[in-house]
């Protein structure tokens, strides 16, 4: 696996007012991939996206009603499906605690899970709709 993230996401509890305060309060601008459920902010070289919690949650794959996880995630988008599956059988043979296996998802990707020793969540995805240069940086 490559040495870089793509995108860190934010779980948030309302995504209006989210998109609010790093629009108006930051002054960031929006990227234009973002959509009606998810807002993409470019940053230097990566993605800042903030999602609904709820979704969130769904997506992760974790039980709605638990509490103390962490509601972010880091995204590692690798070029292909195959690329995701092989990285998931790597995963499994260095015994990392898989989430979620891939799977195609609803927003037209394929992704899984997996968890640090910490409990922080990794998204292992394949993104159609992002391209990826050399180096593996999103370009818009």
Same mark, same amino acid.
């Given at each position: 696996m490559e040495q870089r993230l793509s995108?860190? !996401? @934010? #779980?948030? /509890?309302?995504? $209006? !007012?989210?998109e609010?305060?790093?629009i108006e309060v930051f002054g960031w601008e929006k990227s234009p991939m973002s959509q009606p459920t998810i807002i993409f902010l470019k940053m230097? #070289? @990566?993605? @800042? /996206? &903030?999602?609904? &919690?709820? +979704? *969130? $949650?769904?997506?992760v794959n974790l039980d709605v009603k638990k509490e103390g996880f962490p509601t972010f995630t880091m995204a590692y988008n690798a070029r292909s499906e195959a690329e995701v599956n092989i990285l998931f059988e790597q995963f499994k043979e260095r015994g990392a605690k898989i989430l979620k296996?891939?799977? +195609?998802? *609803?927003? #037209?990707g394929y992704s899984g899970y997996i968890s640090d020793p910490d409990g922080y969540f990794w998204e292992i995805a394949f993104n159609p709709f992002l391209k990826l240069d050399e180096a593996g940086n999103i370009i818009e």
């Open positions: 995108i860190l !996401t @934010l #779980g948030v /509890s309302d995504l $209006k !007012t989210a609010k305060f790093y230097n #070289g @990566l993605l @800042l /996206s &903030l999602y609904p &919690l709820q +979704k *969130f $949650k769904e997506e296996m891939p799977e +195609k998802v *609803f927003w #037209g």
